[in-house]
């Protein structure tokens, strides 16, 4: 397994538009995490999922964002009608619950850039 | 709610010499903490994690932190620079057996390394 993956890693997306990421866990991880970076701050959680139930979503997460983890892999994240201030780096975690203290494995990440 | 600061944006060291990066967390029960350092364009690599097993932790790339409770904080430290470890660093935490483990994550520190 070559650990959590991200595509794509950059979009360049007119702003009004919509845009689709796509978030592919560690096989055995039953947790997928999705947070957003923004320049010079640290990653803010967003919502996760424990295997395909969506279990908590941040009060960052306008009605205009929606994730999905259909069958408890991989994971999409989706942004209508994108605003200026969606730019970021939009970072995917997976993690194993019940492990004691968690080890959250992040992948590169996709960065999102709205014009 | 918990949360960690790390003091210092930016440090500067020169190649050699010791590193110290600081964190200070706030949380009304035993926090599990981490360090994390990013890479540019890059997703996040845990480098070390608390999980009260014990203060003095040790972690990749020669890495350590110390925990200590009477000064809430998990600094994190590395006798001697090398350039691979210019990076940005960011210190984390989680509540300990609360469920979905979710990062809350400080702002981050640049580290420089003079040649």
């Known amino acids: 397994d070559t650990g959590v993956s991200q595509d794509p890693r950059h979009k360049i997306t007119k702003r009004g538009q919509n845009v689709t990421f796509r978030c592919d866990p560690i096989?055995?991880?039953?947790?997928l995490y999705w947070y957003r970076q923004t320049l010079g701050q640290g990653p803010e959680f967003l919502t996760y999922?424990?295997?395909?139930?969506?279990?908590?979503k941040s009060r960052l997460l306008s009605d205009r964002f929606s994730a999905e983890r259909p069958k408890g892999s991989f994971s999409t994240l989706e942004i209508q009608r994108t605003e200026q201030g969606d730019s970021a780096m939009y970072l995917c975690?997976?993690?194993?619950?019940?492990?004691?203290?968690?080890?959250?494995?992040f992948g590169q990440g996709t960065r999102l850039t709205v014009v | 709610a918990q949360s960690v600061t790390q003091l210092g944006s930016h440090v500067s060291v020169s190649e050699g010499a010791l590193v110290l990066l600081r964190c200070n967390y706030s949380?009304?029960?035993?926090?599990?903490l981490f360090w994390y350092v990013q890479y540019p364009n890059q997703g996040l690599q845990l480098l070390l994690k608390?999980?009260?097993?014990?203060?003095l932790v040790k972690g990749i790339n020669g890495f350590e932190a110390e925990f200590k409770k009477s000064e809430t904080s998990f600094h994190l430290t590395k006798p001697s620079a090398h350039m691979r470890d210019a990076a940005e660093y960011f210190c984390?935490?989680?509540?300990?057996?609360?469920?979905?483990?979710?990062?809350?994550f400080g702002t981050g520190t640049r580290l420089t390394i003079i040649p």
């Open positions: 975690a997976s993690s194993l619950a019940g492990q004691g203290a968690p080890e959250a494995f």
């Open positions: 096989s055995e991880h039953n947790r």
């Open positions: 999922f424990q295997n395909e139930a969506q279990l908590e």
């Open positions: 949380s009304s029960v035993p926090p599990y």
């Open positions: 608390y999980t009260s097993a014990a203060t």
């Open positions: 984390a935490t989680t509540l300990s057996g609360f469920g979905n483990e979710k990062l809350t």
